[in-house]
Structures are given as C-alpha cells and as structure tokens.
C-alpha cells in the first residue's frame, strides 16, 4: 500500500469524525428535548372554578430555539373524562380560551405560566364545547394547534377536570342576625315590667 493511498484514508476517516462531531455540538441547539412532553396543573385534587388564574407548567416539550413563538394552551372537550375521549383534532376545543401570553420553554424544554379557566357552554356562552360543573375538560399545551394538533410529537393533554361555578358569597350568620333581635326584646320587656311594676304601685297608693 503506498503512502499516498494511507494518507488519504486516514484524512477521510478524520473528517468523518469531525462532522460526527460537529453534529453533536450543534444538535442541542437546534431540536426538541429527547423526552415526552408532559403537563402538570395544581387538579386533581379538586377541581378550577370559573375565572381562576392557575399555574400549568410541563416538560420535555420543543426548546425556544426551535419554537420561537412559543407554546399555546386551549381547553378542549374530554367526555367523561377518559382517555379514549381525548380530542383527535382542534374542533373540540374552544379557541377563545386560547393562553394570551407567549409561552417560552427553558434550556430543558420545560415551562410554568398562569393561565385563566373559562367556563364556555354550548347554549350559554356560544362555545362549540361544553367546559362545566358536569362536562370534562383537558388542556391543551402544544406548538402548532391549527396544523399539528396531535402530530409531531409536540402537544400534551393535562388531566381532565371539570369546572365549578365561584363559591358564592357567605350568607350572613344567623346567630349575628339574632343577637341585635333578641337583645332588643330583652331590653324591651325589661322596660315593660318596671313600667308595669311603678303603674301597680301608684294604683296601690
């Protein structure tokens, strides 16, 4: 084997190797973390009320460098609250709740943001989903909802829950209702029975 033919070889197997390399530094950089995306809400247990600002957060999901504009949360129907009831497309989900801010992930492909729940029904808001006190309901957290809902790897449902109405203000204690009453009569009958004792008395005289 001559001498020009080794040193070839040998420059062919170093570029190789530097291009494997390579690809590896820039690799981090530019794709998505390596692991499934997941969501994480402060339910179960219990369940949002209408109007709560809550904090979602969730990993394994696309970094910023690949994903610029962030990621969005929709609520979407969940009938019964079963797996196999999870939307396969965007048109079970109401796309007025969609997040209003832009959510960034971090270096590890992981995120926490608030988000407010809406409470949307068919007949009462106009929604095409019922989101209540007795329809199930799941976020959604991904990258491309309009072309990528449940392709590429880049969404997670949450849990499902349902939403309750605002507790309502407390009615006011009847015990604090019926102590002004009651001390009015004592008060009262107090004052009739001194009047009826000093009137007795003056009869007498």
């Known amino acids: 084997m001559s001498v020009?033919?080794?040193?070839?070889?040998?420059?062919?197997a170093v570029s190789a190797a530097?291009?494997?390399?390579?690809?590896?530094?820039v690799l981090p950089?530019?794709?998505?973390?390596?692991?499934?995306?997941?969501v994480t809400?402060?339910?179960?247990?219990?369940?949002?009320?209408?109007?709560?600002?809550v904090t979602v957060s969730g990993s394994g999901f696309p970094l910023q460098s690949s994903d610029p504009t962030g990621l969005q949360i929709y609520e979407?129907?969940?009938?019964g609250g079963l797996v196999g009831s999870l939307p396969t497309d965007n048109g079970s989900c109401d796309g007025t709740t969609v997040s209003g801010n832009q959510i960034n992930t971090g270096t590890t492909g992981s995120f926490s943001t608030p988000y407010t729940i809406s409470q949307v029904t068919?007949?009462?808001?106009?929604s095409n989903i019922n989101c209540d006190s007795t329809d199930y309901c799941v976020l959604w957290v991904g990258v491309d909802f309009n072309n990528a809902f449940t392709t590429g790897g880049e969404y997670a449902f949450s849990a499902p829950f349902e939403i309750g109405a605002p507790p309502a203000?407390?009615?006011?204690?009847?015990i604090a209702i019926a102590l002004p009453i009651a001390g009015a009569l004592v008060i009262g009958g107090s004052f009739l029975?001194?009047?009826?004792?000093?009137?007795?008395?003056s009869a007498a005289a």
Not at 29 to 38: F, I, N, R, V
């Open 29 to 38: 950089a530019t794709t998505a973390s390596a692991t499934t995306p997941t």
């Open 76 to 79: 979407c129907s969940d009938p």
């Open 4 to 12: 020009r033919s080794t040193g070839r070889r040998f420059g062919i």
């Open 193 to 201: 029975i001194v009047r009826r004792r000093r009137n007795a008395s």
């Open 41 to 53: 809400t402060p339910w179960p247990p219990g369940n949002p009320t209408d109007g709560q600002t």
């Open 122 to 126: 068919v007949n009462g808001t106009g």
């Open 18 to 25: 530097l291009a494997v390399v390579g690809s590896a530094l």
């Open 169 to 174: 203000l407390a009615p006011e204690a009847p």
